[in-house]
């Protein structure tokens, strides 16, 4: 659902590639002072060798760092591709409107006081920029925001003190775009290149006010010189366009890894007062992004070193599956240090990677190669003589890639004097085998080029155990992801909305009874109990006669939403005497809780039984849209709060993962001789309900189908003893 307060110019990541690769800038509020933010732009432009021209606008200087300034960006000679204004918000009008004359395609809009502050006064001042710029035909990034860096075409585009780097910039096939420019230009940045990591595109896109977090991924996307893309996020804004970049880059195999702030209350508020943006709810963003293949991280280190392994393994071919094995169903590793090996079995084989046994024929050649005896594990300890010979690491995992059963090997390397032929001899194995190479360097060297060689190979390297099995994790997760994108059927035509639902938003009701919420799952073909509303109490006896006993009596009310909390809840009657008090309580208890207001009468049902109870729902996100949501139910929904969610198109396959994933899945398996749930049924039904939830986005906001139960007997034994519809404020459809 797009929350943007402005129809954004959604274009071709193709089309915004010259953006990022100007012919000419022009500094506004250029300073001579190379101390303060606005005096770095042209000196670093000309340390790494920008080929374009430059223009600083300063009107009290006749040179900037060998260039010449001029007064105003009227003043400049011909047109200029690239603004950078590191001035005044307040000044930014008058300044910036000779762009459309100097036909300007890219302002990078540095300066802060706009939507960030909070207040009226900069969200006009963010709003009248947008303005100017498409009024002159160009777009804007920021403002608040850092800058880009291109390290493709060497422009550096920002004042980031990273800059003072030795030029060429390390170039690598990872593109980043982060709302905040502080840990794009500073912290990325820095902490890859220290670790040999490079970049193509490094884009900080502050308050997004137009610009934004999905553009610059799409750029990416479609950039050829970009294997990986890295995302730092705060907030989306236009959930619709983020989802569609999303689908692209999954079907494009092109693998997204995001960092997410906002996720505590704390990390909210920050995310707030920092761009002026809403970072929204952390479940529904990780259940939104990972349906579409996307890894998310913890931390700054773990985000550029599952890049590079993303971005190394695609540029060599290595990234999909192969045989139909996933990445995490046969690691197979090898280290001299039987203490390294246990570290990352532990970790990995916890997280679900399976070490599978090796062939016969595997271990056969392992036992010459390490001179062994008898059985040879996996992982495989290749301590002895193998610490002086280090020929021994290739000999090693030779017979390791070549097991039909391992889709990965992981040597595990620590520290010796000089590692340089065990580099180059697992490059080597690399470049002759099809399967993918995971190195874990746990140490360093003393001599020879060490690990700079790897470094710089096609290797993706990681510095501990604990960092190679998150590596892993990730890289099985993709895989997984990725062959169910491709599994996934063709678009659904969606049903026309419910002509209940739509009757009721008409008439400004905001919520169906629990006796229509079924109906209306029941259309979806739910299961669900007999039931019929009651006026009287002879009314209620007949019914109760009619579905036999014992039943269930819960009174309607249309101010009584959640009728447990209310009281107004009676189980288990088994008379026409029960039966008859509990329809006079309840008609009580409802004129006392909302006095002056009628009831509709009392729901008389059958009792369906004892079963194990479940949650099935749906509920529309302001920024991603309807999602649904499956899980443990009945008393232990806060309790245990083990659910999934999943945007609301999901298919059949992502339905079976979805039931899968929650802790409590063993229960729909029908533990202790119980009757199993019908899983097929039930990844149906998820379907249906998101379809419906789709369908009726103009009207409903929340669908709570709870208790689902999981009744124990043969043949068909789900039911959905309660449901509740609450429909969307005039204010909100759209």
Not at 179 to 185: E, F, K, L, R, V
Not at 287 to 303: C, F, K, N
Not at 491 to 502: D, G, K
Not at 679 to 693: D, H, I, K, N, S
Request: aromatic share 6%; net charge negative.
């Amino acid at each position: 659902m797009n929350t943007s307060t402005n129809i954004r110019a959604r274009v071709a990541g193709k089309d915004l590639a010259p953006l990022f690769a100007p012919k000419s800038i022009a500094i506004i509020g250029a300073s001579a002072d190379p101390a303060k933010f606005s005096g770095r732009f042209v000196p670093y432009l000309k340390r790494h060798n920008y080929a374009g021209a430059i223009y600083p606008i300063n009107a009290r200087r006749d040179e900037i760092a060998g260039e010449r300034c001029y007064p105003d960006l009227a003043s400049v000679p011909g047109d200029v591709d690239c603004v950078i204004y590191a001035a005044a918000a307040s000044d930014a009008p008058q300044a910036l409107a000779p762009c459309a004359d100097k036909h300007v395609k890219l302002i990078v809009m540095t300066s802060a006081g706009f939507a960030e502050r909070g207040d009226d006064e900069g969200r006009q001042a963010e709003a009248a920029l947008v303005r100017l710029a498409r009024d002159a035909g160009a777009r804007v990034l920021g403002p608040n925001c850092v800058g880009f860096l291109n390290c493709v075409d060497s422009v550096a585009g920002a004042a980031a003190a990273a800059f003072e780097h030795e030029p060429p910039f390390p170039r690598g096939r990872i593109g980043v775009a982060s709302q905040s420019g502080g840990i794009a230009m500073a912290s990325i940045i820095i902490g890859g290149w220290s670790e040999g990591i490079g970049f193509s595109h490094v884009l900080s896109t502050g308050n997004e006010a137009d610009l934004d977090i999905a553009d610059a991924g799409r750029f990416l996307l479609e950039d050829e010189n970009t294997d990986a893309i890295c995302l730092t996020i705060e907030a989306v804004r236009d959930g619709d366009a983020f989802v569609d970049f999303l689908r692209d880059a999954q079907r494009a195999g092109k693998p997204v890894v995001v960092l997410k702030t906002g996720r505590s209350d704390l990390g909210q508020q920050m995310a707030a007062s920092h761009t002026g943006a809403l970072a929204g709810s952390h479940e529904v963003f990780t259940a939104a992004v990972q349906h579409y293949g996307v890894t998310l991280v913890d931390d700054l280190d773990e985000l550029w070193q599952v890049a590079q392994m993303f971005a190394k393994l695609r540029a060599s071919g290595k990234l999909l599956p192969r045989d139909g094995l996933f990445a995490g169903e046969g690691c197979a590793a090898c280290s001299v240090s039987g203490g390294h090996i246990g570290l990352l079995a532990d970790i990995a084989s916890h997280a679900g990677m399976r070490f599978p046994a090796l062939a016969e024929a595997t271990q056969e050649r392992l036992r010459t190669a390490l001179g062994k005896t008898g059985a040879i594990l996996n992982p495989v300890d290749m301590s002895g003589g193998s610490v002086a010979d280090h020929g021994t690491w290739a000999r090693t995992l030779a017979p390791l890639l070549d097991d039909p059963g391992v889709t990965v090997g992981l040597p595990i390397m620590t520290a010796a004097k000089n590692y340089d032929i065990v580099s180059n001899d697992l490059q080597k194995l690399d470049a002759e085998h099809a399967k993918p190479i995971v190195v874990t360097w746990a140490g360093g060297t003393f001599q020879g080029e060490g690990k700079p060689l790897v470094q710089r190979s096609s290797l993706p390297v990681f510095w501990t155990p604990g960092r190679t099995a998150r590596g892993l994790l990730a890289l099985d997760a993709w895989q997984r992801s990725h062959a169910l994108a491709k599994a996934a059927s063709a678009s659904r035509t969606l049903p026309a909305p419910h002509p209940l639902i739509v009757d009721a938003a008409k008439s400004g009701r905001t919520s169906l009874t629990e006796r229509e919420s079924k109906q209306v799952i029941a259309d979806l073909g739910f299961p669900v109990t007999r039931e019929s509303l009651a006026r009287s109490a002879d009314e209620a006896v007949q019914l109760a006669q009619r579905f036999g006993f014992p039943v269930v009596l819960k009174g309607e009310h249309p101010d009584i939403a959640h009728k447990t909390e209310a009281g107004v809840v009676r189980l288990n009657l088994n008379s026409e005497s029960e039966v008859r008090g509990a329809y006079a309580d309840l008609v009580d208890r409802m004129a006392k809780a909302v006095p002056g207001v009628p009831a509709n009468g009392v729901l008389v049902a059958e009792m369906a039984g004892a079963g194990i109870e479940f949650v099935m729902g749906a509920r529309r996100d302001p920024v991603f849209g309807p999602m649904v949501m499956f899980g443990l139910g009945g008393i232990f929904v806060e309790a245990l709060k083990d659910a999934r969610l999943a945007p609301a198109s999901l298919d059949m396959p992502r339905a079976h993962a979805m039931l899968r994933g929650i802790r409590g899945a063993a229960l729909l398996q029908g533990p202790r001789g119980r009757a199993p749930a019908d899983l097929a049924q039930l990844a149906a039904l998820l379907c249906r309900l998101g379809e419906f939830a789709l369908a009726n986005v103009d009207h409903v906001s929340d669908i709570d189908i709870n208790p689902l139960v999981l009744l124990n007997r043969p043949g068909a034994n789900l039911c959905a003893l309660d449901a509740l519809i609450l429909l969307a404020p005039r204010t909100e459809r759209t």
